[in-house]
C-alpha cells in the first residue's frame, strides 16, 4: 500500500497565531503516524512559483493523510492558523511503481 504525503507551501501573515497552530496540530499527526521529510528548511526554487516556507509530511497511507487532514483535532488546530498565512496543501499518493536506474 502506497504511502500519503502531504506538499505543504506556505508564507506566514501572522506569527503568534501560526505558533499556536504549531503547538496544536502534533497530536493530529502523532495519531496519525506522520513524520515529517522537509519542514521549513533552505531551499532553492529552480522553476516556478514558491513561498517561504516548505513541507512535507509522510504518512503510513494515503487514506491515513486524507484522515488526519479532516480529522477533528487537526480541523481544531487549522482553525488556530486560518487567517495566520498563505498555504497551499496538497494530499497526495506515493508511487510504488518502477524507479529510474
Not at 503516524?33 to 516548505?54: F, H, K, M, P
Not at 498565512?85 to 496538497?90: G, R, S
Amino acid at each position: 500500500m502506497a504511502k500519503g504525503y502531504w506538499i505543504v507551501r506556505l508564507d506566514i501573515t501572522q506569527l503568534e497565531p501560526f505558533q499556536a497552530y504549531i503547538a496544536a496540530n502534533g497530536a493530529a499527526l502523532a495519531e496519525y503516524g506522520a513524520q515529517y521529510l522537509a519542514r521549513a528548511g533552505q531551499y532553492q526554487c529552480v522553476e516556478g512559483n514558491t513561498r517561504s516556507r516548505n513541507t512535507i509530511v509522510e504518512f503510513p497511507t494515503y487514506q491515513a493523510a486524507l484522515d488526519c487532514y479532516h480529522s477533528v483535532p487537526y480541523q481544531n488546530a487549522k482553525a488556530l492558523r486560518d487567517g495566520a498565512c498563505e498555504i497551499d496543501l496538497v494530499v497526495v499518493e506515493g508511487y510504488d511503481g518502477v524507479q529510474p536506474r
